[in-house]
């Protein structure tokens, strides 16, 4: 069982900064491959960013490619996700989600999710 809470959203200015972070429970988080996806109101969940078992491997939605970083830290059980250069679009709630297979841009191949944080950017 893995629990996921994440935090560091608010709102920012288009063009600013924010760092999320998501903080995982249990021992075997380095396990897990990690994801972010994101919601907008009326849309459905979207994938942003993913990072793989060891952090070999990142992947990142079109959309945020060159702006938006997953990173992880094993030993304190956080993964991170940093975007620069934000834009209003990217406004949603977003979501850190853990699981133990591939397909990482894919909603279902997670096995377990945050309850959310949100990210608003104005214009």
């Known amino acids: 069982q893995v629990q996921l809470v994440e935090s560091g959203g608010g709102l920012v200015q288009a063009g600013g900064s924010l760092r999320l972070s998501c903080a995982a429970s249990?021992?075997?988080?380095?396990?897990?491959?990690m994801g972010w996806f994101r919601q907008a109101p009326g849309k459905e969940r979207e994938f942003v960013a993913a990072?793989?078992?060891?952090?070999?491997?990142?992947y990142y939605a079109d959309s945020v490619k060159g702006r938006f970083t997953i990173s992880r830290d094993n030993a304190k059980n956080t993964v991170y996700l940093q975007m620069n250069s934000l834009k209003p679009e990217d406004t949603a709630v977003y979501y850190c989600?853990?699981?133990?297979?591939?397909?990482?841009?894919?909603?279902?191949?997670?096995?377990?999710w945050g309850q959310g944080t949100q990210v608003t950017v104005s214009s």
């Open positions: 989600a853990a699981a133990r297979r591939g397909g990482l841009t894919r909603v279902g191949n997670y096995d377990y």
């Open positions: 249990g021992r075997t988080f380095s396990s897990y491959a």
């Open positions: 990072i793989s078992w060891i952090a070999g491997s990142t």
